[in-house]
């Protein structure tokens, strides 16, 4: 009963001041006792992929399109659960949440202080992306010079082109320069059924990244080739990190 009290008094305080902040036992103690809560960290995805709380999505306020990744992200009639390293982003990303109607809690001294109270944390180091779909490996391209990681518009259409498609639905993925980079998977040409699966994108070591995926190839031949590609987006955060590509299995 006198935690139903403590939850209740947290969110009248809410409800007067636009978003409360809360000590790391405060915060815990939301987040534990109602499970509609949306927990998300605010720092790059660099810092997230370090280590993060533990069931937290990654909006990067440093992003200029934060709240509009917000509002894709999240639900405005649930409760949300802001914090970042030390917790002046998480304030700012509060106020603005508020500002757009959300219910905000937001983690006083932010993750560092989460951290030192010996709460737990996820290290998995899991880094997001985005696949970007509608294009196709130039002819005139050199797959052996082919890099591991596309940083520029000019450098992306020297490799790739943008296929011929109907409809807004049908549209390559638009991928912004200025806030991404892309990770390129391009096997030979083969007149298989071919499909390149990732297992995985994750940061281990210091800038540095691995991808690890493995190839569903069908056995029966066609009438033409292709050549099998598969593009990774992720956040520019990560342009200076060194990209490790892996296969258990040759292509």
């Given at each position: 009963m006198k935690q139903v009290i403590v939850i209740l008094a947290l969110f009248a305080l809410v409800s007067c001041k636009g978003y409360k902040s809360l000590s790391v036992d405060e915060f815990k103690q939301v987040l534990e006792s109602d499970p509609t809560a949306q927990l998300v960290d605010v720092r790059t995805p660099a810092e997230?992929?370090?280590g993060h709380i533990k069931g937290a999505i990654n909006i990067d306020w440093t992003d200029?399109?934060?709240?509009?990744?917000a509002k894709e992200t999240l639900d405005s009639q649930r409760p949300v659960m802001v914090y970042c390293q030390k917790g002046r982003?998480?304030?700012e990303a509060a106020s603005m949440l508020q500002d757009n109607h959300y219910k905000?809690?937001?983690?006083?001294?932010?993750?560092?202080?989460?951290s030192n109270a010996g709460q737990p944390t996820d290290h998995s180091r899991e880094i997001p992306y985005q696949l970007a779909t509608g294009y196709f490996f130039r002819n005139d391209a050199v797959i052996d010079i082919l890099p591991h990681k596309i940083t520029n518009e000019i450098d992306f259409l020297s490799y790739f082109g943008m296929a011929t498609t109907m409809g807004d639905n049908g549209k390559p993925t638009y991928i912004n320069f200025e806030d991404s980079m892309v990770i390129p998977i391009v096997l030979p040409p083969t007149d298989k059924y071919t499909d390149i699966v990732i297992d995985a994108l994750v940061k281990t070591a210091e800038n540095q990244i691995q991808l690890i995926f493995h190839v569903e190839r069908g056995a029966e031949?066609?009438?033409y080739t292709i050549i099998p590609c598969k593009l990774l987006v992720i956040d520019s955060s990560f342009s200076n990190y060194d990209?490790?590509?892996?296969?258990?299995?040759k292509y």
């Open positions: 997230y992929a370090e200029k399109n934060f709240i509009n990744y982003r998480s304030v905000v809690y937001n983690l006083r001294r932010g993750y560092q202080a989460w031949s066609r009438s990209i490790l590509i892996s296969s258990p299995e």
